[in-house]
């Protein structure tokens, strides 16, 4: 590099830096950059060089540190500091550490696999196959086990299934003792997982009712069990062919096998209703508060629990609650709402609004092509031979159940209305199932041995756990929300979702910048709702370098 001075047309002098280069075996040079004109005063002159020279060193000193910078791609680090730090404080390293030192042939890292499949399911679910292919290598490897090989994956989930129960349990005791336990709510609530096969195998792998109204896939049924916090606290697989009614047999035993609690309420929908099952919740003196069928009891009773004057009006015209016997003599609260009522009324009508466009279409209406819902049936008469018609008793009747709900209960000492918001708190369950098969995409299941699909269950139960847990503190501190909706009204913000804070989290990022023989890992800014969440979480936010590590001479 060497300053050489040009003249222009007019006769002025300029500095000019120029730089030497070979190419194709033959010397040239290059502009980097003008100085400047040349003045008269030589002193002068040589001061101006001098500042101009100062002015363009930083941009030489970057365009010469530039050659020697590498980054070839970034790594996804937010959500496993998150992971980590739940890891952590919910005892789940501890039990990974312990699972190692109960198989202490096996020359793997129990917990760092475990890890690596929980984050996969936040940042990316999909098969093992694909962890080990693919999302193994976009993130962070300080955190995870980079060189991780396909059958450690599977291995893991043989030990998973094998302690299954104790991991219920220890995650259950954490941070409790049996002397200030008070009186447990538990939900419960079942749904199907398919399979995208039709070859039945072993015990767990069978055709069934699927929620999803699926009859080309194999399925399991997950009984799953949370607390009023929307907390998981276990899980039971059957087979894909169990009936919903029989999944509660032994369901009160192991219960008070695997907490030692003192006293649960079990709290189910009317799908699990029948005068058997209260049996088995009553063994043991099993409390229960399920969802009862009004409408299947003798038609006394019926009209008993429709009559309004019996009700007690917990808001006027709005709500109201009757509470009297069941047959069995259990206590029976009925509730009365109009949000039900007017909910029950649309429903009706819609149908029969499908039903009359059927009916009044040219074309002649067969049975076969009209009764294409069981909800159909019921509000048609003449189907076996004639001409299908409205059945009108039958709508008035249903207007005279429009907003009546009924709840079967023995548990004594709760009021009412207690028992009415525990019911309620079912939608929690049904929230769990939608993060289960929605955001951690649980299934479809690729797994063919009953052993494997019980440890990628409780793979998928660790990562809701999690995610129950985050959703619990978002909640609970309400700073972390969502950008305010486009709305004609007041401005309305809500607290972020877990899969919201995730997708922002995900945009954290550890950049690996190669220079001068050293790779030297930097993170990405941590802004916003990102620095939210790490202060709801109680986390710390890292240093701007995570690290730095020289490398290899071979690698050069």
Known sequence: MYIRTVKNSQGHAYYQVMESYWEDGR???RLIMSLGRVGEDGEKNLDSLVKSISKYRDILTVTQLAKEVSVDQTYILGPLLVLEKLFERFGIDEIANRLKTKHPQLELDVRKTLFTMVACRFVKPGSKLKIFEHWKNILYPELIDSELPLHHLYRVLDILSEHKED?????????RDLLSQPTDIVLYDLTTLRFESTKETEDLRRFGFSKEMRTDCTQVVLGLLLDTDGIPLGFEVYPGNTFEGKTLSGIVEKMRKKFQIRRFIFVADRGLFSKNNIDILKQDDGEFIVGCKLWSM???NQEEVKSLEKFTWVILEELAIFETKSPEGDRLIITWSKVRAERDAKARADILVKIEKKLLSKKKVTTKELVTNSNYKKYLKSLEGGTP??????IELEKSRDGFFGIITNAKDLKASQVVTNYKELWKIEDAFGELKGTLKTRPIFHWTDGRIVGHLVVCFLAYYCEAQITKMLRENGKVLTSPAITTGPIKQRALTVAEAMKELNEVRAVPVKIRGNTIWCRTDIAGNAAKIF????????SKVLKTESIPADMK
Do not use: A, F, V
């Not at 991991?167 to 941070?175: A, N, V």
């Not at 018609?389 to 039958?394: A, G």
């Open 27 to 29: 010397s040239k040079q």
């Open 298 to 300: 003798t038609k006394g």
């Open 535 to 542: 202060q709801t979480l109680g986390l710390k936010i890292p």
């Open 389 to 394: 018609e409205i059945n009108m008793e039958t």
């Open 167 to 175: 991991i219920e349990s220890s995650l259950y005791w954490k941070d």
